[in-house]
């Protein structure tokens, strides 16, 4: 049986677990085919690929960009199969990690204002992370006792409202669209029910989306067929997977939860060969 997760995350961006850990992970699960697909960068990939085919799992390149889309919050698109040595991307890299990293600064200093002052070693971990994201900060909010879990770290400081939030620097999804596209992959639209209803996602695809997340934990059952149905309809990609990241122990089960398989995989597959 193939079976296939097309949505994970490595200590590249904000997982725990390193490209390696993570593929042990889903070859002991029964797994086929994995995507990696860190935030705003590829390097994953620079580490991986050898060890993918010796462990006998088909590795399909992945990338989650963050996006800019009306005014949405969030706009997350992966692009799936791309070409992860494109000059292009390494540019797309420099300037959207730069970006993080600028925000990580600004936050720091808005929590010094609220009296939290991480030390050197703390500071030192966080900006080695080549995709700092706000995950790492409620790391920092927990460890000097503001919060108890990422959740809170959310809730309380770092969603948009919060005193903590800072917008970061992030293209339009319709120029992620083109990019995507320009290095070989497919777009595809994550986690879809967070916040879009079918009828925004349609200017969307009016600039070339090709797919969508159909399974995903945030995906309850209502929403999978709602958006099953809508990539039918629109003859889109299917995709899915855990959105793994490794922080809760609840993650684990997602894994056996939320993939891909069978004839759903083969089309992914097709769709990504034209
Ligand atoms: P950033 O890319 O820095 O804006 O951070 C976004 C990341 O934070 C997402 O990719 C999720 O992994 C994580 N995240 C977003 N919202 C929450 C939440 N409410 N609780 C825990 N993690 C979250
Ligand atoms: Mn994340
Ligand atoms: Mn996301
Ligand atoms: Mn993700």
Redesign the pocket.
Known sequence: MIRGSF?NHTIHSDGRLTPEQLLLKYKLKKFTHLSVTD?DNAGAYRELKSLASAMGLTLITGL?F?TQFRNFP?C?L?GLGINTDDPALREYENEILTGRKNRAEAIVKKMRELGVHPDLDTLGELYTNPSIGRPHIAAILIKHGLVRTVQDGFRMYLNPGKPLYIRKHQWTADRVISFIHSLGGKAIL??PA?QFSPENADELVGYGLDGVEVIHPMNRLKYAKVWRDYAQKNRLIISGGA?FHGIEKSEDRAIGRYYLEGQDVRNLLNALEN
Do not use: L, N
Request: aromatic content about 0%; glycine content about 0%.
């Open positions: 949505h935030h989650e963050s969030e997350h992966i994550a986690h967070d959105d």
